[in-house]
């Protein structure tokens, strides 16, 4: 069993920063693609950055040059660090992590529950 715990989440005022985490534990053979998804009342989930095993990362336009995901495969963890915060940043954060449960598996997508980042004076 595979579990994706997230945390960082909470309320911060523009211009601020946070950094989220989202811990794999449980029977992790190998991890491959890990990202950060976010979904604002009445609009669709978005990629909002990415990060492959190898290091390349992708972000959408909307937060590049103030996010940066990085990953600790030692711990098996990827983070979110947001700086420069804005009010359009609300949302709620959800972690996606591919992994290989088993060997000889077929990759599969593991989704976090979800952390709520606020930005409001």
């Known amino acids: 069993q595979v579990q994706l715990v997230e945390s960082g989440g909470g309320l911060v005022q523009p211009g601020g920063s946070l950094r989220l985490s989202c811990v794999a534990s449980?029977?992790?053979?190998?991890?491959?693609?890990m990202g950060w998804y976010r979904q604002a009342p009445g609009k669709q989930r978005e990629l909002v950055a990415s990060i492959i095993s190898g290091g390349s990362t992708n972000y959408a336009d909307s937060v590049k040059g103030r996010f940066t995901i990085s990953r600790d495969n030692a711990k098996n963890t990827v983070y979110l660090q947001m700086n420069s915060l804005k009010p359009e940043d609300t949302a709620v954060y959800y972690c996606?992590?591919?992994?290989?449960?088993?060997?000889?598996?077929?990759?599969?997508?593991?989704w976090g529950q979800g952390t709520q980042v606020t930005v409001s004076s």
């Open positions: 996606n992590v591919f992994m290989v449960a088993s060997y000889g598996s077929t990759p599969f997508g593991y």
């Open positions: 449980g029977s992790i053979f190998k991890i491959t693609n």
